[in-house]
């Protein structure tokens, strides 16, 4: 078997040409990515369910907008925290250890960078001086082994680098332009392709 690189931390930003409904221009953040599959959440499907209405202990760290985001497909009923760390921003991922020396906190676990993965059944006062900018996703992404690397193959998503920025973006709606747009390649060209090629 051949040996999976991690894109962990990594965005999959859906082609434009990708059939799926449930990925129609979005933007997924990886959470885990090896040869035993990959998982990740949408970051661009904000939903119309505040935050306060399910998770209310939450509700105070939830960014804007402070709503639940369909982090995918997979698992509706279950949901993701994923929040930043403020000043960890060039910490490596997984390492344990902040700035300073310290160990990392209970209740989250790095994921790339600033952006973590949060325990929401931790009590949010213990996390709430560490955290910063708090999403809560409804379900996930999820592939098989090897599943990923085959839709990449077949030209279905791009991968980019993903900012801290991204996963609190104040404007979801925006984030397939934006984040195609910054790229230095091609693929910020793509930033442009109407939402229907049919009327170009």
Do not use: K
């Not at 306060?52 to 804007?64: K, M, N, P, T």
């Not at 990923?148 to 193959?153: A, D, G, H, Q, Y």
């Not at 609190?168 to 793509?190: D, G």
Request: aromatic share 6%; hydrophobic share 40%.
């Amino acid at each position: 078997m051949t040996e999976v690189s991690s894109l962990t931390g990594r965005l999959l930003v859906a082609a434009p040409a990708l059939a799926d409904p449930n990925f129609d221009r979005a933007v997924v953040l990886l959470l885990d990515h090896d040869e035993e599959g990959s998982l990740g959440v949408v970051l661009n499907r904000p939903t119309p369910v505040v935050v306060g209405d399910i998770l209310e202990s939450w509700a105070g760290l939830a960014g804007q907008p402070d709503v639940v985001f369909q982090g995918g497909p997979v698992s509706l009923d279950s949901a993701l925290g994923v929040a930043l760390i403020p000043g960890d921003e060039g910490a490596p991922g997984g390492s344990g250890i902040r700035p300073g020396g310290g160990a990392v906190p209970l209740g989250w676990r790095r994921v790339h960078g600033a952006i973590c993965l949060v325990d929401l059944d931790a009590p949010p006062e213990l996390l709430a001086a560490e955290l910063g900018s708090l999403r809560i996703f409804a379900g996930y992404a999820g592939w098989g082994p090897g599943q990923l690397e085959s839709e990449l193959t077949d030209g279905a998503w791009y991968v980019v680098e993903s900012e801290p920025g991204d996963v609190s973006s104040p404007h979801p709606e925006n984030l397939w332009r934006a984040v195609l747009r910054r790229q230095r390649s091609e693929l910020a060209m793509i930033a442009t392709y109407p939402d229907d090629p049919s009327l170009n």
